[in-house]
């Protein structure tokens, strides 16, 4: 199966179906593996704020890609060799933080796309083309356009300024940094602040005008159904630490309570 030919969470979302995806910061590839038989859409990688090598995200993808689930990855920066290598390795959505500006936004589309959509270098002989043995070179340049993301964050007022332009740069997909949003614009602690909703909600209706699917995490039903009454169309629902940081204690509590 040559898996750049498909891509579980962009068919669903251009069939317009919402999705769901798990952050990943341990490293596990048991983990990623399980994401997708659990039914998660999305596998997205932290490599941002924890630490992760390329031997490391190999197995990762590896893992994600035998469950099904379609494997983003989290980058400091847009250094087109950097996120390259990370595309030749099987990634198949790259997520650069803050981009305030349609010269970042370019900068990250040219890295993840090959010509004439960008400036990706071009190897035939990487796992994400399957050595070469079984895509043709235009089948697998066709296939990695239509199938690998440049996903842009939205972290800043200036990024939400120039919200039209940033996405006229050929972006795929958009992910709010409600917390680093919040606290460059004045919100910090105040999300349910109608200003701040009200921006949410802009974020959301000018992705939909441009058929940007637009994204963000929450942890639970109640903050997934709110945040899709302001228009997003996927969510981040949990990372693996968090999960283990929220329901552990409690457990942990509950049964050395219950021995006593």
């Known amino acids: 199966m040559a898996y750049v030919t498909h891509n579980r969470v ?3 979302m251009r069939a317009g179906e919402f999705t769901f995806g798990m952050q990943l910061r341990t490293r596990s590839p048991l983990i990623a593996e399980l994401a997708g038989f659990l039914g998660f859409d999305f596998l997205y990688i932290e490599t941002e704020h924890f630490a992760c090598n390329d031997e490391t995200v190999e197995g990762l993808v590896r893992a994600a890609q035998l ?17 390259g290598h990370l595309l030749d390795i099987g990634i198949q959505g790259v997520i650069a933080p803050h981009v305030d500006t349609p010269e970042e936004a370019r900068s990250l589309v040219d890295a993840v796309k090959f010509a004439p959509l960008g400036h990706r270098g071009h190897s035939m002989v990487s796992r994400a083309a399957e050595f070469g043995v079984f895509l043709k070179p235009a ?12 996903i842009a ?7 939400v300024e120039n919200l039209e332009a940033i996405l006229d740069q050929g972006i795929d997909i958009i992910r709010v940094g ?3 949003l919040s606290l460059d614009t004045g919100f910090f602690g105040r ?8 921006m949410l909600r802009h974020i959301c209706a000018v992705a939909k005008a441009k058929g940007v699917p637009c994204g963000t995490s929450a942890t639970d039903v109640e903050t997934t159904l709110y945040f899709k009454s302001l228009g997003f169309t996927f969510i981040n629902l949990v990372s693996d630490l968090e999960y283990l940081r929220r329901t552990i204690p409690p457990l942990l509590k ?7």
């Open 191 to 198: 999300q349910k602040d109608p200003a701040f909703e009200d």
């Open 10 to 12: 962009l068919e669903k």
């Open 254 to 260: 509950s049964a050395r309570e219950a021995v006593l």
């Open 139 to 150: 089948e697998y340049l066709e296939a990695a356009n239509r199938n690998c993301s440049a």
């Open 178 to 180: 409600r917390g680093d």
């Open 67 to 83: 469950s099904g689930i379609t494997p983003w990855i989290r980058v400091t920066d847009t250094n087109p060799e950097n996120v």
């Open 153 to 159: 964050m939205i972290e800043s007022g200036k990024g």
